[in-house]
């Protein structure tokens, strides 16, 4: 479970973007918009976003909550909440 | 001593131009060895050899293009009672002017001393390793005057690729005009060539989105399947039934194909689609099926394909996915004798057992080759396609 907060753990998101999306502009990603209006994502790309974040943070996050994970700014929302959740939860997990 | 030749990684393809080589002389290969990687239109794609054998001469130099059937290099069989033959003859003997044309050596493979510096070799690897830059898409570069730094880079692990300095050469244009032209050129050959036939079904996928969600509910995001795979697993079982859709037109009649290998149309983030192959695509359990599926459609978007996937499909699936469109025509690929489609999967009316309810519902169309088969046949196998479907468990 990560113990990223904040601008790490947003800059671990924008990492793991890339890894999925190469030819994404970091610079020009507009953290409030959906990656799907912004880089034509699809479910494979999503899939592959969350598998990305889960290798990095150690967060599964479960289907259901895959819209949560829209945006730049949904993303770090719910990755902290849940990492803030784990650490509660077990410390050493 | 027998050659080891530019395959043909598709009836659209005239050439390609080599990218890496993965071995030296005196290497020695195993049948189905990857020797190198060229670069098409479709991405930079990994050959084979096959035969074993020990390699003895590299005839062409990355950066190098060669057309379809030219020499790249030679090799010393090691089959037992091999005849000397090239490992993948398309053309038996290319006149040597058409062989090869480099910007850096002489204008022909065949009048070219053989590369045998391992120094050239070794930076070759070595600059492979980095995969910085590909070769071609440097001395492209210096042709165009394109300052690399400023190239966005779309291949394997930050490559910058040919096509990513085509791209950058011509940035009005988000297509990559090579890939534009395959396309069009094939698919005007099938509108040309191929009398087609429509057929469109709608089906239920209730039982299908069930399934799904009770499987991602309770496996980890490594285990996690997309619609897309049940698609795919329905159409590769159903063609078990109706095996006229499933093989080439070739030479004026139609070879069936034992295999069932499913080519997946898969959009490029640059613009246009590629369609490799899923082979055995009936025969892999769904969990495999989606794993082999993800990989696939990862490695067509870096540009990183195997040769076999380019050529192995029989048929092909193309689906919109979610993007909310009801219904796909989609035109055949040749040799191919049929293709399938999917609209999105939406909320609809639908009515069953007396009754109208909510249900999500997706469009499936087959469009196929009338000189193959008929509506009828068609129809047999869409009405599977839709059954199977409906008992996703059990794909």
């Known amino acids: 479970m990560t113990e990223l907060r904040g601008d790490a753990l947003r800059a671990a998101v924008v990492d793991a973007l890339l890894e999925i999306a190469p030819d994404v502009d970091a610079a020009a990603l507009d953290p409030a918009r959906a990656f799907r209006d912004q880089f034509d994502f699809d479910s494979m790309d999503y899939l592959n976003f969350v598998t990305a974040l889960h290798a990095r943070l150690g967060i599964d996050v479960p289907e259901v909550d895959y819209p949560r994970l829209a945006s730049l700014d949904g993303c770090v929302q719910y990755l902290e909440a849940a990492a803030t959740r784990g650490a509660k939860n077990g410390p050493l997990d | ?161 040919l096509q990513d300095v085509e791209r950058a050469a011509a940035s009005a244009t988000s297509a990559p005009p090579d890939m534009r032209t395959l396309i069009a050129q094939s698919m005007s050959r099938a509108k040309r060539e191929i009398p087609h036939y429509y057929l469109a079904t709608t089906i239920d996928m209730t039982a299908a989105r069930r399934f799904l969600d009770t499987w991602n509910a309770s496996h980890g995001v490594a285990e996690r399947m997309l619609d897309g795979v049940l698609l795919l697993k329905a159409v590769a079982r159903a063609l078990e039934k109706t095996p006229e859709l499933n093989g080439f037109w070739r030479d004026g009649r139609f070879e069936p194909s034992a295999a069932i290998n499913v080519g997946v149309a898969i959009r490029l983030r640059q613009g246009g689609l590629v369609a490799p192959a899923l082979q055995d695509t009936n025969r892999e359990p769904l969990a495999a099926l989606m794993r082999r599926f993800q990989d696939l459609v990862g490695r067509a978007r870096a540009g990183r394909l195997h040769r076999a996937e380019l050529t192995d499909a029989t048929i092909t699936v193309s689906s919109l996915g979610e993007g909310g469109v009801e219904t796909l025509y989609p035109i055949i690929y040749p040799p191919q004798v049929a293709i399938v489609g999917f609209g999105g999967i939406l909320l609809r009316p639908w009515c069953a057992d007396g009754t109208i309810r909510a249900a999500p519902l997706i469009t499936a169309t087959l469009s196929a080759d009338h000189r193959v088969s008929d509506g009828h046949r068609g129809s047999v196998f869409l009405a599977e396609v839709a059954r199977l479907l409906q008992r996703p468990e059990e794909l």
Do not use: C, N
């Open chain 2, 1 to 161: 001593m027998a050659e080891f030749r530019m395959p043909s990684l598709g009836a659209d393809m005239e050439g390609a131009t080599l990218t890496t080589w993965m071995v030296r002389p005196g290497d020695t290969v195993k049948h189905g060895a990857v020797v190198a990687a060229v670069e098409t239109a479709k991405g930079i794609i990994d050959i084979e050899i096959f035969e074993d054998g020990v390699i003895e001469t590299l005839l062409a130099e990355p950066g190098a293009y060669v057309a379809v059937g030219g020499s790249l290099a030679t090799y010393r069989s090691l089959s037992p009672g091999a005849v000397p033959q090239a490992a993948t003859a398309v053309i038996a003997e290319p006149a040597p002017a058409a062989t090869a044309k480099s910007a850096l050596g002489p204008s022909s493979a065949a009048e070219r001393p053989p590369m045998a510096a391992p120094a050239a070799v070794e930076a070759a690897r070595a600059a492979a390793e980095r995969r910085l830059v590909s070769p071609a898409a440097r001395r492209r570069a210096a042709e165009l005057k394109i300052d690399l730094a400023a190239v966005r880079a779309s291949g394997t692990g930050g490559a910058v690729t």
